[in-house]
C-alpha cells in the first residue's frame, strides 16, 4: 500500500505534510486579525498602536463606545459613553480624562498553580465640546455595561454664510 497526495485547499499534500497546511492557517488568521484590529483603530479615529482590542470588535458594533450618546433627563442633557467590560470586577477597572479624552482601562489577573490568565480592556474616545467634565460619572450596570456621564450643553453653531468661487476646468492651473 502506498500513501498518495492528495488535495486539501487547492494544494497537493502528501499525507505527512499537514504541518504546512495548518502552519499557511496560523499565518493567516493573524494576518486578519491584524488587518481587523488596524481597521477598528482607523474606524474609531484612533491609529495609536498603543490602543489595540485584542477581544471582540465591540466598538464597530456599537458606535456608543466612540460617539457618546445625548439624553434628555429631566429637561437637562447628559452625554453618555458604553463600554462593555463584562468579566471585570470594579476594582479592576480606571476611568481618568485627560486632554479632553476619556481613557478607560481594565486589567484582571488570574493565578494558580496550573495557569496564569491576564486579560485587559483600554479604550480612549475624544471628549464632545461641551461635556462637563467637572459633573462626570460612572456606573457599571449587573451585564458588565460601564456607563461614563455628564452633563452636556450643546455648542453655540454660529450661522454664517461664505461664497465659494466655482473653478472651471480652464482655472485648472489657478488651482495649482
Known amino acids: 500500500m502506498s500513501l498518495t497526495p492528495f488535495v486539501v485547499f487547492n494544494r497537493q499534500v502528501d499525507p505527512f505534510g499537514l504541518g504546512d497546511i495548518l502552519g499557511d492557517y496560523d499565518r493567516q488568521m493573524r494576518h486578519m486579525m491584524r488587518e481587523l484590529n488596524r481597521m477598528e483603530s482607523q474606524y474609531s479615529g ?31 442633557k447628559i452625554a453618555q459613553f458604553n463600554f462593555d467590560i463584562k ?13 479632553g479624552r476619556l481613557v478607560v482601562s481594565a486589567k484582571h489577573e488570574d493565578k494558580g498553580e496550573d495557569h496564569h490568565a491576564i ?9 464632545p465640546e461641551g461635556m462637563q467634565i467637572e459633573g462626570m460619572k460612572s456606573r457599571l450596570d449587573p451585564n458588565g455595561v460601564l456607563s461614563v456621564y455628564a452633563p452636556y450643553t450643546p455648542p453655540a453653531i454660529e450661522h454664517k454664510q461664505n461664497e465659494l468661487p466655482i473653478h472651471h476646468e480652464r482655472d485648472a492651473k489657478a488651482l495649482k
Open 46 to 76: 484612533q491609529l495609536d498602536n498603543t490602543i489595540q482590542s485584542h477581544g471582540p470588535l465591540t466598538s464597530l458594533m456599537d458606535r456608543s463606545a466612540i460617539t457618546p450618546r445625548i439624553l434628555d433627563q429631566n429637561g437637562q
Open 87 to 99: 468579566g471585570f470586577k470594579p476594582q479592576d477597572v480606571h476611568i481618568k480624562t485627560t486632554d
Open 119 to 127: 486579560r485587559e480592556f483600554r479604550r480612549m474616545v475624544t471628549l
